[in-house]
């Protein structure tokens, strides 16, 4: 930079730009194009469909008689949360006793949950959960031994399945990516109204 003096005034030059290389007009439509790609908006991913397919049993009014019908319904999770809330809005006519009523149940649920856990602590899991996750090794020997008669047929089952339960614990309580699963799986676990007899 120059300085050049004029009285009291100081004026100074403007710096010099550097000269940028040469480019190819290959090289340009790379730059333009990584840039477009560099600011281009992160797409959400799309909800999919899900068909579901489901029996239901119901009496024939008019005969009284049992009878099952299957039935496909079609569903498309919101992608977004207005469009969960639109949805909601919609299902209910915009009744805000209704929608209320709606989610109740969910915070109800989700209080349940939350204590559940606490009570449970870091270290435990359902019965649920141990029972289900055991439930494979019951028809392996030696576990399958263990239950000689079927169930409800006589009062031995019940004790026989307890010791059955007692001796599968036994076993898996020393195979720790047993014990692993079993904890990730109560970790998350966000069932409220679990049958725990």
């Known amino acids: 930079m120059k300085k050049k003096s004029e009285g ?10 550097p000269v940028k290389p040469s480019t190819t007009n290959q090289e340009s439509r790379k730059e333009k194009k990584m840039s477009k790609e560099q600011n281009a908006p992160t797409v959400p991913a799309v909800p999919q469909a899900e068909e579901i397919e489901k029996k239901v049993k119901f009496f024939d009014l008019a005969t009284f008689e049992l009878k099952e019908a299957t039935f496909k319904a079609s569903f498309t999770p919101p992608a977004t949360f207005d469009e969960a809330v639109s949805a909601l809005n ?6 805000p006793e209704k929608m209320k009523a709606a989610l109740t149940p969910i915070l109800r649920d989700a209080a349940i949950a939350s204590q559940k856990k606490i009570a449970v602590g870091e270290n435990g899991a359902p019965k649920k959960i141990v029972l289900d996750y055991i439930k494979n090794y019951r028809d392996i020997p030696p576990f399958s031994a263990i239950v000689t008669t079927e169930k409800g047929k006589s009062p031995d089952w019940k004790k026989q399945y307890d010791v059955q339960t007692v001796r599968i614990l036994e076993e898996i309580k020393n195979v720790p990516f047993i014990v692993n699963a079993i904890k990730a799986a109560a970790a998350l676990s966000t069932a409220s109204d679990e049958d725990e007899d």
């Open 8 to 17: 009291l005034i100081v004026v100074l030059d403007p710096p010099v730009n």
């Open 90 to 95: 919609s299902l209910m006519g915009s009744d």
